[in-house]
């Protein structure tokens, strides 16, 4: 069972595994949760090694409380440094984003000197102003402006909502239009054929980065979830390369 905490009028959900340092934190993408087959592949991992763990749900998302139209990148990124305060508290970290979780866990590493390493998965920082404004219509803006919400059709579900409220948040916590003061191991792996997320929104993000332990990864036939049995090996093949020298 998920355990549960409160932070001001909200349950979040959360899973934590002691065990050995550092603590792998799996940040979810947008509409997703932590019980997806790549936080579950990492957790199966993790417990069999005696490594510590910690997967969540953003308000919203999963076993969380709260609605997903009230949320966004500021608040999401909030509810995850959150969590990471109260069930790992002073471990050190190894950050885990996939899809919008990179994007989070790029704003978490700017806030947490005790992040040594991040393993992101087709990440999609700053892709509210990147991937999405640029494709929504005048129609699309003029029902955002009167309704707040429109909604997209996804191929992972039903019709995604879209606020303004995120459109506009998401403007306040780009991470890739300057340099990334993040100086540990990064690894990105990402597949070409990527339909969500482009798979050269990552060849910028090692750009900006300004670690020189930066590695891309790209799955020429992967999509954007890489979520395939070999996908799920080379994901932990990947996280348990640093923890085996960390």
Same mark, same amino acid.
């Given at each position: 069972? =998920?355990? %549960?905490?409160?932070? &001001?009028?909200?349950a979040?959900?959360?899973?934590? /595994?002691?065990?050995?340092?550092?603590v792998?934190v799996?940040?979810? @993408?947008f #509409?997703?949760?932590?019980?997806?087959?790549?936080?579950?592949?990492?957790?199966?991992?993790?417990? #069999?090694?005696?490594?510590?763990?910690?997967?969540?749900?953003?308000?919203?998302?999963?076993?969380?409380? @709260? =609605?997903?139209?009230?949320?966004? *990148?500021?608040?999401?990124?909030a509810?995850?440094?959150?969590?990471?305060?109260?069930?790992?508290?002073? !471990?050190e970290?190894? $950050?885990v984003?996939?899809s919008?979780?990179?994007?989070i866990? /790029?704003?978490?590493?700017r806030?947490?000197? !005790?992040? !040594?390493?991040?393993? +992101?998965?087709? &990440?999609?920082?700053?892709? %509210?102003?990147? $991937?999405?404004? &640029?494709? $929504?219509?005048?129609?699309?803006?003029?029902? +955002?402006?009167?309704?707040?919400?429109?909604?997209?059709?996804?191929q992972?579900g039903?019709?995604?909502? $879209? %606020?303004?409220?995120?459109?506009e948040?998401?403007?306040?916590?780009?991470?890739?239009? #300057?340099? *990334? &003061?993040?100086?540990?191991?990064?690894?990105?792996?990402?597949?070409?054929?990527?339909?969500?997320?482009?798979?050269?929104?990552?060849? +910028?993000?090692?750009?900006?980065?300004?670690?020189?332990?930066?590695?891309?990864?790209?799955?020429?036939d992967?999509?954007?979830?890489?979520? !395939?049995a070999a996908? /799920?090996?080379?994901?932990?093949?990947?996280?348990?390369?640093? /923890?085996?020298?960390?």
């Open positions: 069972m =998920a355990v %549960t905490f409160r932070v &001001p009028d909200m979040l959900a959360y899973e934590f /595994l002691d065990g050995a340092g550092p792998v799996f940040c979810p @993408g #509409a997703s949760d932590m019980g997806g087959t790549k936080a579950m592949a990492l957790w199966d991992m993790c417990r #069999a090694r005696g490594q510590a763990m910690l997967r969540f749900d953003y308000a919203g998302h999963g076993q969380s409380a @709260g =609605a997903f139209v009230d949320g966004c *990148i500021g608040a999401w990124a509810d995850a440094a959150h969590v990471v305060a109260v069930a790992a508290p002073e !471990r970290l190894l $950050l984003g996939s919008m979780g990179g994007w866990a /790029l704003l978490l590493a806030a947490l000197a !005790r992040v !040594r390493a991040m393993v +992101l998965i087709a &990440p999609a920082p700053d892709f %509210t102003e990147r $991937l999405m404004k &640029p494709e $929504l219509g005048a129609a699309e803006w003029a029902e +955002l402006r009167t309704k707040g919400v429109i909604h997209q059709p996804s992972y039903p019709p995604t909502p $879209l %606020t303004l409220k995120l459109l948040d998401g403007a306040n916590h780009l991470v890739l239009d #300057a340099p *990334i &003061p993040f100086t540990g191991p990064v690894r990105v792996l990402h597949g070409m054929r990527d339909a969500d997320v482009p798979w050269q929104h990552s060849l +910028l993000l090692a750009e900006r980065l300004m670690s020189e332990d930066v590695r891309l990864i790209f799955v020429k992967g999509d954007h979830r890489l979520s !395939r996908d /799920l090996a080379l994901l932990c093949e990947t996280v348990g390369e640093y /923890l085996a020298r960390a």
